[in-house]
Each structure stands twice: as C-alpha cells, then as structure tokens.
Nanobody, 121 residues
Framework: QVQLVESGGGLVQPGGSLRLSCVAS????????MAWYRQAPGKQRELVAT???????NYADPVKGRFTISRDNTKNTVYLQIDSLKPEDTAVYFC???????????????WGQGTQVTVSS
C-alpha cells in the first residue's frame, strides 16, 4: 500500500535546529494535504503544521515563526525545518498524509512511525 517514513530527529540543545523529513512510498497516485503532528510524553497528539499539494502552509500558534513546513511533490516528501528549539518542543513527531489516492483509486489516511526530537542541554 502506502508507507510514510520519517527521519531527522535527534538530541539538540535549546536554540538549535533540526530538519525532519518524511518520504511517502508505495502505490501512490496523488497526495493532498500533508501534515506534521507531535506527541509529548503524557500529552495528546497535536497538530503542528499542514501543507497542501499547492504549497499553502498553516501552523499551530506555538510554532509560528520557528517551524517551516515544505514539500517536494516530485519526491513525495514533506519537510519540517525546526529552528530556535525549546525544551517544550520535545516530542515524537509524526508525519501524516490524510488523503492519499492510490493507483487503485482507494483513499487512505496514512501515518508514519514517528521520529523523536529531544531538546535538552
């Protein structure tokens, strides 16, 4: 079917930067909006940013001005540039493709396995 694989997480000091990547693969015909979510320990998963296949981006208030979402449709890849990291950004970051149309014309909501981001000195 369709898989999403995230990468780029790690341990970073406060004020540092990371770039997360998420590659979609499989029997993909098209992907509509892609998104990044995060889930901190003991908290619910929350939406971080979304981007349409036309490149229109939206951000959750806590990350505006520090996070930048982008995508390369030719590579079925979405990125999340994270700058000025804070300890409260520590979480598992998940990639989501909420409306994937497969080559069999089946619509899927697909999640990646997550990548850990830890912000600590």
């Amino acid at each position: 079917q369709v898989q999403l694989v995230e990468s780029g997480g790690g341990l970073v000091q406060p004020g540092g930067s990371l770039r997360l990547s998420c590659v979609a693969s499989g029997s993909i015909f098209s992907i509509d909006t892609m998104a990044w979510y995060r889930q901190a320990p003991g908290k619910q998963r929350e939406l971080v940013a979304t981007i349409t296949n036309g490149g229109r981006a939206n951000y959750a208030d806590p990350v505006k001005g520090r996070f930048t979402i982008s995508r390369d449709n030719t590579k079925n890849t979405v990125y999340l540039q994270i700058d000025s990291l804070k300890p409260e950004d520590t979480a598992v970051y998940f990639c989501n493709a909420g409306n994937v149309l497969t080559t069999a014309r089946v619509r899927l909501n697909v999640w990646g396995q997550g990548t850990q981001v830890t912000v600590s000195s």
